[in-house]
């Protein structure tokens, strides 16, 4: 990758990275993360394996910075739920590298002071981070991350998180999603050169960087975004779908929230703007298809993600669906089980290769990881690690609401790179 990509990406990162830097100092201060360079397990097993924080004799232990309280909660009880029920599949099978897997779960409601308290506590006695939520919250602790050297997964999409060795964005990301959601509506709803498509987003790291995706994309196209900010506290959307009818929009997308996605389309349904409606994938939940909202979204909504819907015949899928309803059987089965257990599979992945070269400290983690250029839990799409700079994946499935689907959701498009995402990575 050129320097000037670099550069660029970096560029991109700084508003994060200031609130990031002012946390780190903060930290500092009072003495609490700085133990998380050192901790219990320094040093080598007895069975001759490389050992850090998080690692002992017996036991390789995990972290989850989640969100049980806050905006985010269904998601983040999916997310913990799969991924201690792949800990506990693993145990069974005799762990990883001869140790049980123990995950550490903070709840941090989607605040990032909470978040980063969370992290000083728990930082000393773990090796990773399969989750955490919230592109705020990452962005918090970015700086913190990277001097542990702690392989972090979040449950985040935005490309201000690329460039770190330690933390990896899973799949694509949102920009990556809105080229693909223009695509869509260009190929399948008859958009054209000139038309205006709407765009709400919410404000901060994700939305903007779903909307730089959709305005390269519609430049491209020859079409016009009309940008609708707004904040994850704004759960009626009647001034925004009025301010997009005034604009004369031939189609919708949305960077927001499940409550955002549902109060939008209603709205817009009542109001006579049925137009096409695309989502990025944190915008969908399938408890909105037991809302009022649930005729017009099944019918002018659809939704782009990295990931299959759950309702899937991938094998992989399927399995994992019918294991989680089993242990789960009071549970919905929606997109934070599949990213959930898809991450924690990987994680595991990545310390069953660090175990193989001889270590389990953060290092070998982080080294092992970014040695995986195919990687494929048959969950989704293969994902090269390799490049900091890059999103894992280009491909994105295209989903629509189904009520009587498994997850209320089914796939309508397989995985693709919509045409364009080559080139837009590589202006950046």
């Known amino acids: 990758m050129n320097t000037t990509h670099r550069t660029r990406r970096h560029r ?32 080598d097993a007895a069975d001759g394996v490389r050992t850090g924080p998080g690692v002992s004799a017996d036991t390789i232990r995990l972290g989850a910075l989640t969100d049980l309280t806050g905006p985010y909660a269904t998601l983040g009880k999916s997310i913990v739920q799969a991924q ?9 099978e005799g762990g990883i590298c001869d140790r049980k897997i123990e995950i550490v779960v ?24 399969p989750q955490v939520i919230g592109s705020p919250v990452v962005a918090a602790l970015l700086d913190d991350i990277q001097r542990d050297k702690m392989l972090t997964f979040p449950q985040a999409w935005a490309a201000s998180l690329l460039g770190k060795d330690a933390i990896q964005v899973l799949g694509t990301t949102y920009d ?16 054209k050169k000139g038309d205006t498509i709407g765009h709400v987003y919410f404000e901060g790291d994700y939305g903007a960087n779903a909307l730089e995706g959709s305005t390269w994309a519609a430049k491209k196209a020859g079409l016009k975004i009309a940008g609708q900010k707004i904040q994850a506290t704004d759960t009626d959307l009647s001034a925004q779908v009025s301010a997009l009818r005034k604009e004369g929009v031939k189609a919708v997308l949305i960077s927001a929230g499940p409550a955002q ?3 939008l389309v209603g709205v817009a ?7 096409p409606v695309v989502s990025s994938a944190p915008g969908f939940a399938p408890q909105l298809m037991k809302t009022p909202a649930a005729p017009a979204l099944a019918a ?66 982080v080294k092992a990881h970014r040695a995986q250029t195919n990687a494929d839990t048959g969950l989704g799409t293969a994902q090269n690690f390799s490049d900091v700079d890059r999103p894992a994946s280009v491909e994105t499935y295209v989903l629509k609401p189904d009520a ?18 080559e080139e837009y990575l590589t202006s950046q």
């Open 404 to 421: 009587k689907a498994v997850g209320a959701v089914v796939n309508a498009e397989d995985a693709h790179a919509a045409p364009g995402v």
């Open 84 to 92: 201690q029920m792949w800990a506990e599949e693993i145990n069974a």
């Open 12 to 43: 991109r990162r700084t508003t994060g990275t200031v609130l990031a830097g002012t946390l780190a100092l903060l930290l500092a201060a009072t003495g609490c993360s700085s133990k998380a360079d050192g901790g219990k397990g320094d040093g």
């Open 261 to 263: 996605t549902a109060s």
């Open 106 to 129: 903070k709840d941090h409601g989607y605040d990032v002071q909470k978040a980063v308290t969370a992290y000083a506590d728990i930082a000393p006695d773990v090796v990773a981070l």
């Open 300 to 365: 002018m909504l659809h939704v782009v993600s990295a990931a299959p819907a759950v309702s899937s015949d991938l094998p992989g899928v399927r399995k994992m669906v019918a294991s989680y309803q089993k242990k789960y059987p009071d549970s919905p089965v929606d997109s934070g089980v599949l990213s959930g257990y898809n991450a924690a599979q990987l994680m595991g992945n990545d310390l069953k290769a660090a175990c193989e070269a001889g270590g389990l400290s953060r290092e070998d983690v």
């Open 176 to 191: 990556v999603d809105m080229i693909a959601a223009v695509d869509f509506l260009t190929r399948t709803k008859g958009l």
């Open 269 to 275: 349904a009542s109001r006579g703007l049925k137009v």
